[in-house]
């Protein structure tokens, strides 16, 4: 009798916990996709931040200092001279 009660106990503990578990299945399903979805977000953050640096230091380096600042600016250097190319043989003469 007394076995029987011992088994009978751990059968419906066995069951409580399998039934536990399947209703945790969902839950975890559910962390890894919105974790995998994270990690794609940092991916692409990582890359931005690569390439924010690489222009940071672009910014701040003497030899290109001249390149940037004609980037963006219209201004120019007094030795330079902007240059605007028409197509002449399409203006209609």
């Not at 029987?4 to 039934?19: D, E, F, H, M, R």
């Amino acid at each position: 009798m007394e076995t029987l009660v011992k088994i009978v106990t751990n059968g419906v503990l066995s069951t409580v916990a399998l039934a536990a578990l399947v209703n945790l299945f969902p839950y975890y399903w559910s962390q890894q996709a919105q974790l995998q979805s994270v990690q794609t977000e940092v991916k692409q953050a990582e890359a931005q931040v690569k390439q924010l640096r690489s222009n940071l230091s672009r910014s701040f380096d003497p030899a290109q200092a001249q390149n940037v600042m004609s980037e963006q600016s219209a201004m120019l250097a007094p030795n330079q001279r902007r240059v605007i190319l028409t197509n002449q043989g399409e203006s209609g003469q």
